[in-house]
């Protein structure tokens, strides 16, 4: 079982940023495309930004230009640094791989928020 554990979330005004990081344990990152994903009230969760294990990254269109995902192996993490917040943005983030794999859960996520 793979534990991930985000952080880095909180409460920013319009235009402001945040750096979110996705910590695993019980499985070394650097074997697997990564993935944040994020989840607004009412909404279905979405993929917001991808990373290969190369290092390709991929974006939503509504986060293009805005939010950079990297991640660090020797950490074993993975990040997303956000830039030019929208109050759209709001939203819980969570990161997973891009597709299903068994025994990968999902972590708590964390709360972004942002004001306008």
């Known amino acids: 079982q793979v534990q991930l554990v985000e952080s880095g979330g909180g409460l920013v005004q319009a235009g402001g940023s945040l750096r979110l990081s996705c910590a695993a344990s019980?499985?070394?990152?650097?074997?697997?495309?990564m993935a944040w994903y994020r989840q607004a009230p009412g909404k279905q969760r979405e993929l917001v930004a991808a990373i290969t294990s190369g290092g390709i990254t991929n974006y939503a269109d509504s986060v293009k230009g805005r939010f950079t995902i990297s991640r660090d192996n020797a950490k074993n993490t993975v990040y997303l640094q956000m830039n030019s917040l929208k109050p759209e943005d709001t939203a819980v983030y969570s990161c997973?791989?891009?597709?299903?794999?068994?025994?990968?859960?999902w972590g708590q996520g964390t709360q972004v928020t942002v004001s306008s």
């Open positions: 019980g499985r070394i990152l650097s074997f697997n495309a």
């Open positions: 997973n791989t891009p597709a299903p794999l068994p025994g990968w859960a």
